[in-house]
């Protein structure tokens, strides 16, 4: 009884020190892996800086008007953002080569299954980019023009305007990438409607008189009055 | 002379009868026979006297006038009316200021004119006065651009005043009053220029004054008792007129940056006639909601200035913005500086150009109310010599417009 025992505990503990032994390496592979990668993508991107700085990247994406990037990127520079994704995906690859190293098989169905799901990502990411863009151009828009027809609350409207862009985009990119399903959908219309809804029973009721002050101020003869005698052409 | 193809059919009949002409003269906003009638009664004694017997050739649009029984008869083969699909010419628009221009130079051409004359604004006695006023240096004098010097009231034609005007003669060193009128005398010489442009160049307001001084061709002005062209509709929203206006002009100079570059200084440009004193004015205009409107754009548009904007006339933009009504002022120096700034973002791209000129709209009315509080119960003459003070401003900073177009990455505080 007592061998048996012995026995079996030598077995299982010779089992698990072979599959230890048989695991090592390649955690040890998949750790010089993301080590390696690390340095190799802080190498890529101090190049790639002195790169994007040395053609004046920033300058020159703005002056083909792509200055609303500057917006998203990190330090307000575009060059750091495209570094910073750069940076990114050469630590994926690295750690895709060392989860490979432990199981070839688990890495080839990640990346498989990565690699069909990767058109949708860059859709999602793609629609929660231009989201964002067209959302501070259009809260700029809308900012400049409220302010220019001395419409009181300018920047809340704006920024009520930026979060229906983006809170809209997002729900779409969701909804492309197959996250959330229904719920995303629902939550979605719940909050627009609910900010649709709220905003009229703000003109409805409780602004209704900060709404006939701001109407008069932009088409009332006062403000006809105060600008009557200046002619600006 | 040129060839009839580039005439529409309609006219050519008449025009290859005709042949030749000394001086022809483009109506493009006559819509009714009676003023035709009052035109052709006022302008055919005056060219007759300035032409003496030499031949005059009136376009006006067909569409508006279309009735041929409306037609005044005319048998003076010295005075012609022709037809013409001409469309009205709207205040500061590039399109149909383009067609006007282009309708009347080709014609002129045709028939070998010697002077051409458009009158863009809205015909009345006082402007069909200005066509033998503007041909006059050209027949006589043989100049090539001709303008209008409309005479100086305080509160119109502010944006030519404060911006047009001192930019226009900081940039290319001519002091030309009305840089961007529609109504204007031109050789043949620089007709010819204009036509080898290209077809709906996008900027053409502003085009003959910046061309003619680009190509060292001599121009000149002629006093007018009006304050503004007659029939400049104001439009209801300020910040969308500023912003065509403005990017139409901004876009001239970055064409012409090889040219203003190297220009110093201004020189006065010959004037012809008399200055004409204006009554002064009464005007009762609401410094306060001028005021107020650029401290609502201090407060939310402050992060969009900032990005065009040199630190320096931020924080006195800011620093304005909290001063008390009485000594509300934005300086010479200050508004010569946001200007060039505001030309350097555009260039630059900076942020969407449209959003860019829009969100100068507070800014341009809190100098027009610190120009307004200083103005205050001054002379003409006074006045005068004060918006000198912010032309003389724009041509001193001008090195740093030129420094900064050169190497915009340079540090400016």
């Not at chain 1, 299982?12 to 080590?35: D, K, Y």
């Not at chain 2, 620089?190 to 061309?211: C, E, H």
């Not at chain 2, 904007?309 to 002022?329: C, D, G, H, N, T």
């Amino acid at each position: 009884m007592f061998d048996q025992i012995n026995q079996a505990l030598i077995e299982s503990t010779t089992r698990v020190l072979t599959g230890l032994a048989h695991l090592l390496p390649g955690v040890v592979a998949l750790i010089v892996a993301v080590l390696v990668s690390f340095g190799f993508a802080t190498l890529s991107s101090w190049l790639l800086r002195r790169l994007l700085r040395g053609v004046d990247f920033d300058g020159k994406l703005a002056s083909w008007g792509w200055a609303g990037l500057l917006d998203i990127s990190p330090s307000q520079s575009p060059a750091m953002l495209v570094i910073g994704v750069i940076y990114w995906c050469i630590i994926l690859l690295g750690a895709l080569i060392g989860f490979a190293a432990i199981n070839a098989n688990v890495t080839e169905q990640l990346v498989t299954r990565l690699l069909v799901y990767l058109p949708d990502l860059v859709a999602a990411v793609l629609l929660i980019l231009i989201g964002n863009v067209i959302a501070r151009f259009l809260a700029r828009g809308v900012l400049i023009g409220a302010v220019n027809v001395s419409l009181p609350h300018g920047r809340l409207l704006s920024l009520g305007v930026k979060w229906l862009v983006i809170v809209l985009s997002t729900a779409m990119a969701l909804e492309h990438i197959g996250i959330g399903g229904g719920i995303v959908r629902l939550a979605f219309g719940i909050l627009f409607g609910g900010i649709v809804f709220t905003l009229a029973l703000a003109i409805g009721l409780g602004s209704k008189d900060l709404v006939s002050r701001s109407l008069e101020n932009q088409s009332g003869p006062g403000r006809e009055e105060s600008r009557a005698e200046i002619h600006h052409l | 002379m040129a060839a009839l193809d580039s005439i529409p059919h309609s006219a050519r009949e008449q025009l290859s009868q005709i042949e030749i002409a000394d001086l022809v003269v483009a109506l493009p906003s006559c819509s009714h026979a009676d003023t035709l009638a009052t035109a052709i009664a006022t302008l055919r004694p005056a060219l007759g006297e300035l032409l003496s017997g030499g031949r005059v050739v009136v376009l006006y649009p067909d569409r508006a006038i279309a009735s041929p029984s409306a037609d005044p008869p005319l048998e003076d083969p010295s005075f012609q009316l022709v037809p013409y699909p001409l469309l009205p010419i709207e205040p500061y628009d590039d399109k149909s200021l383009d067609q006007g221009l282009r309708s009347l130079l080709r014609v002129g051409q045709v028939l070998s004119a010697r002077a051409f004359v458009l009158i863009g604004s809205e015909l009345g006695p006082t402007t069909l006065s200005e066509v033998p006023a503007l041909a006059e240096p050209i027949v006589n004098n043989a100049y090539d651009l001709v303008l209008p010097y409309y005479a100086r009231r305080q509160f119109a034609g502010l944006m030519n005043s404060g911006i047009i005007y001192p930019l226009s003669r900081a940039l290319y060193g001519a002091r030309v009053r009305n840089p961007m009128a529609i109504n204007m005398a031109i050789s043949p010489r620089l007709a010819d220029l204009y036509l080898q442009s290209a077809v709906g160049s996008p900027t053409v307001t502003g085009w003959m004054t910046t061309r003619a001084v680009n190509a060292g061709l001599q121009m000149c002005q002629v006093y007018r008792p009006e304050a503004i062209a007659p029939g400049t509709g104001e439009s209801t929203d300020l910040s969308a007129t500023l912003a065509h206006v403005l990017g139409a002009y901004f876009l001239e100079i970055e064409r012409n940056a090889n040219y203003w570059q190297k220009v110093r200084g201004s020189q006065p440009v010959r004037t012809f006639g008399h200055p004409v004193a204006l009554p002064s004015e009464n005007a009762s205009v609401d410094l306060h909601t001028l005021v107020g409107n650029y401290q609502r754009g201090c407060k939310d548009l402050s992060d969009i200035w900032a990005v065009v904007l040199s630190p320096a006339p931020m924080v006195e933009l800011r620093k304005i913005a909290r001063l008390p009504f009485e000594s509300f002022r934005i300086s010479d120096e200050l508004w010569a500086h946001i200007l060039y700034d505001f030309i350097l973002g555009h260039r630059q791209r900076l942020i969407s150009r449209d959003h860019l000129l829009r969100a100068l709209t507070p800014i341009y009315l809190g100098w027009v109310a610190s120009y307004a509080l200083q103005s205050q119960n001054l002379s003409l003459d006074a006045i005068e010599s004060r918006l000198e003070q912010t032309c003389l401003a724009l041509e001193s900073l001008k090195p740093y417009l030129v420094s900064r177009w050169r190497w915009p990455d340079r540090f400016n505080p």
